[in-house]
């Protein structure tokens, strides 16, 4: 699948030699003269007013950053302002348009590189020892997630810190706060569980949580409580859309073909090869959402962002994270979401495709009974997440392979009016 020629700059960041032969010489020389030859694209996405995000992954040693970020400029985008060329945390091609913040170096969120420390993390933790902080996710310029950990007398304390721009932390920390009071309303249930907030480090422009217990539905499908811990995910999601909804703001499907036609506006012209699917997918998604649109359905708290990695699993306990998408809406969009994520999952290791159906009827199984009508607009949220997916791993070289699988997907998905397996 070629990358149109208009598109040189942006083909030449996400290719990982070019990476190493253009930028290798400066990072081996930040880091003590270690070959960067492993360098790997992890994920691309696209920024708001032009550009992407590409973030770049390494086998970490001691001494090396676990992430290298950078932002591809949008054409005529001038250099940010904490690039100048005497910034040692920052490294630039100016042919190329990139821009690269060494880790931990963060424009947005100033205090990441005291956090990710000894001693920001034993402030995290609210003690005096040596602790020790571990990076969990990163998103350039958005958020960080850190484990800090302090190891006294054979006992451990965790939590979790989640770094953000403080413009945004009481945004974040006022959701979270509702919704817990949302779950105290409801009264208590032993199904769903959200990793509550144990302080705000407000000068930090991080908030603190517990450490949540047991691995994401992601890393478990071959485990032999899969079926299991599904099952559970989908109790807990038939609680999460019972709860009283605390925010006003709603998304419906007008939001998400609006979001359809900015992606497509982006990646057709990229991908020349796939162009006319692209364009006949989000057409016909767009014919089919009048009835979706306009059904009636009822509104309930929405995750905005629910799928695998979002749910940890522990005996007696599912725990369903990130919930600073929250929204109302029509539920069946959090669902639609989750299977479209699934079958990505399959496309990705056919090995598990068996194993992750039947983890996906246990899902759908325990998260009880539904309409003709329910079923139709999960596959209409289906539909759209999966062709979200085709563009969003368009971007990436690792899985661009995929493509043409997940517009197949589209069309079966739209063609059948049923849940797709």
């Known amino acids: 699948m070629r990358i149109h020629s208009d598109f040189t700059r942006f083909a030449g960041a996400t290719d990982a030699e070019q990476v190493v032969l253009r930028l290798g010489p400066q990072l081996s020389r930040l880091f003590g003269g270690r070959p960067f030859d492993d360098l790997r694209v992890a994920r691309v996405t696209p920024r708001k007013h032009g550009g992407y995000t590409i973030q770049y992954r390494i086998d970490s040693e001691p001494g090396t950053p676990p992430y290298l970020c950078g932002h591809l400029l949008g054409d005529g985008e001038p250099v940010p302002s904490y690039a100048e060329r005497d910034n040692p945390a920052v490294i630039r091609d100016d042919e ?77 920390v006022s ?144 725990t369903v994270l990130d919930t600073d998408n929250l929204t109302g809406g029509d539920a069946t969009q959090d669902l639609g979401n989750f299977s479209a994520h699934v079958r990505l999952r399959q496309l990705q290791d056919p090995g598990r495709a068996a194993a992750l159906s039947s983890c996906l009827h246990a899902f759908e199984e325990a998260y009880g009974a539904r309409t003709q009508d329910a079923a139709r607009r999960i596959n209409w949220w289906r539909s759209a997440t999966l062709l979200r997916l085709a563009g969003l791993y368009a971007l990436r070289p690792r899985w661009r392979h995929l493509v043409p699988a997940l517009l197949e997907e589209v069309d079966s998905c739209i063609r059948s009016g049923a849940i797709v397996r």
């Open 96 to 172: 190329l348009g990139l821009v690269m913040p060494i880790f931990p170096f963060d424009p947005r969120l100033a205090a990441l590189s005291f956090v990710c420390s000894p001693e920001g993390a034993a402030e995290m933790l609210a003690d005096d020892g040596d602790a020790t902080a571990t990076v969990l996710a990163y998103r350039l310029e958005k958020r960080c997630v850190v484990r800090c950990e302090l190891v006294s007398g054979g006992a451990k304390n965790r939590v979790v810190a989640k770094v953000v721009p403080r413009s945004r932390l009481q945004k974040f």
């Open 175 to 318: 959701g979270h706060q509702q919704l817990h009071e949302a779950m105290d309303v409801a009264g208590p249930d032993t199904d769903l569980t959200i990793p509550r907030i144990l302080r705000v480090v407000g000068d930090r422009g991080a908030y603190v949580m517990e450490e949540v217990p047991g691995p994401s539905l992601y890393a478990i499908v071959d485990a032999d409580h899969a079926v299991t811990a599904y099952a559970a995910a989908g109790r807990a999601m038939r609680r999460f859309h019972g709860l009283p909804r605390p925010v006003d703001r709603l998304r419906t499907g007008v939001d998400e073909l609006a979001q359809l036609d900015a992606w497509i506006a982006r990646i057709a012209p990229m991908f020349p090869d796939v162009a006319a699917v692209f364009i006949d997918c989000q057409l016909r998604i767009r014919d089919a959402a009048g009835s979706v649109v306009t059904s009636g359905a009822p509104t309930s708290l929405v995750h905005g962002d629910f799928y695998d990695k979002q749910v940890h699993h522990a005996p007696g306990r599912t």
